[in-house]
């Protein structure tokens, strides 16, 4: 019914006119194959246009994370990973079985702009997890899948669950546990891109009033997840920063009410910056 | 605790550094108020590093939809808007209250890129709903929340509800309810920036499979949509071709298994193409 031309005319005499067509004419809203082309850079959520556009400033070279057909990429986590996610529906791609969170938003884009690759997106964050827990898991719910991209956010819980008593852990403690998962890991996977995700929290949020109680103890497991990801030459996700510029632009509570889970703004700001240190 | 400064460094020595630092040094994942500023055009779902690239191609002159501080945002219409929204939690900017379509996927980036007005952001689609509809509901579920931007997607099931009798709908039909409703919204929301969005099929999806059913028929919804967007002076989203464009890259049931309800990457789709249309 419709060709690329009546695409391309349609767009020309819609709003979207003068703004993707200006960018050079062919711009496609799926873009395909990016990822192992490189032309994609710099354009995290972007259409195929700004793409485009941006590619030129950026990313000529090789890409970060050459996807394959059919790539798995598997979000592993906390509470902040899960985000309410199914547990009867476990399935690629669905937005059930993704949660309401940054992995849904991340797939979305991932799922449209490397659409030719057919990629196949996973989430297995559970509430409440430390790295220990993660580790008791690990090979059902991490190796069985055999990603080939693999993001790991986990660390505030090994802190917030220490506070009151409850849990005896130490910055130490989640180094050394964070240590021996990514080596497993690596052996079992010796293919897979590692993504660690830096914890992060929101000074103003509900659960971050008591300042003592978190700083500079919670500063150390930033340090760590971030020396492990030199260790282990991964990607990483500077999910701290990023908050902390966001929150000079609208308050704590606007990107995160309780300091620890995003709302749907912070989600999206997680996906924006995931995406960027993933892909370009 | 981190700084601007800190957050451009860790950028630096992150995965991140060349593609966003490359592309000007201030780029910042938050953007505030480019709608009012013109200056996020050609970047829907972007970084502010890509948007600031990208405004250099388009986007110079006035924004298309500027916002105010608070803006309402509202998304009507049927099954593919819906997508499975909560009928308890209907509030602003809540996943739950969003469904798991391109509402949601649309939202969080609304909400990230504008985060200096803090939007809010509702849906009202109810499945299976046609136009004569939305107009009984009309009153309660659009005009009384005073919407900024109102989108609206309907067509669909005022042809596919007339297959096999259960209901006695015409294109003429359609026409007629539907320029009534957008009359009446005019008068009622005189400052309201209207965006209608174009009904869609997927050939190829499994409710599309008796072609003659559906065609040439249908293409008359898709006519009448884009006509009235014109008499009424709206913004119009092009989804069909960009569906048509987007199988060109993987097939049908990729985007949209029965060929009506999008998949995620089909919702992620609609997302990118509704946000350029609005935001450019």
């Known amino acids: 019914m419709s060709s690329r031309r009546t695409f391309l005319k349609n767009l020309k005499n819609s709003?979207?006119?003068?703004?993707?067509?200006?960018?050079?004419?062919?711009?496609?809203?799926?873009t395909t194959g990016c990822a192992t082309g490189g032309g994609d850079a710099g354009s995290s959520g972007s259409t195929g246009g700004a793409g485009g556009c941006c590619a030129t400033g950026a990313g000529a070279g090789a890409p970060k994370t050459p996807l394959v057909k059919g790539a798995v990429i598997l979000f592993q986590g906390d509470s902040i990973t899960d985000a309410g996610r199914s547990r009867k529906n476990t399935g690629a791609n669905n937005p059930d079985a993704l949660g309401r969170g940054y992995p849904v938003l991340a797939a979305g884009e991932i799922l449209r702009r490397f659409a030719a690759l057919e990629p196949r997106v996973?989430?297995?964050?559970?509430s409440g997890n430390k790295v220990h827990q993660l580790a008791a898991r690990w090979d059902g719910e991490t190796i069985a899948l055999k990603p080939d991209v693999l993001s790991i956010l986990i660390g505030v819980n090994d802190h917030w669950h220490s506070i009151g008593g409850g849990y005896k852990g130490t910055p130490e403690i989640y180094e050394k546990d964070y240590r021996a998962l990514l080596?497993?890991?690596?052996?079992?996977?010796p293919a897979a891109r590692l993504v660690i995700c830096e914890p992060f929290v929101l000074k103003g949020g509900g659960a971050i009033r008591n300042e003592a109680q978190w700083f500079p103890v919670f500063d150390r497991y930033r340090e760590i997840a971030k020396r492990l990801a030199g260790e282990f030459n991964t990607l990483f996700v500077p999910f701290q920063s990023a908050f902390d510029d966001a929150m000079k632009t609208a308050p704590a509570k606007y990107w995160?009410?309780?300091g620890v889970h995003p709302s749907l703004a912070g989600a999206?700001?997680?996906?924006?910056v995931?995406?960027?240190?993933?892909?370009?």
């Open 274 to 280: 995931w995406l960027k240190t993933v892909f370009g």
């Open 183 to 189: 080596k497993r890991t690596a052996a079992a996977l």
């Open 268 to 272: 999206q700001l997680m996906a924006t």
């Open 256 to 258: 995160s009410p309780d």
């Open 15 to 30: 709003a979207l006119g003068g703004a993707l067509l200006s960018l050079g004419g062919a711009a496609s809203l799926a």
């Open 122 to 126: 996973f989430n297995r964050g559970i």
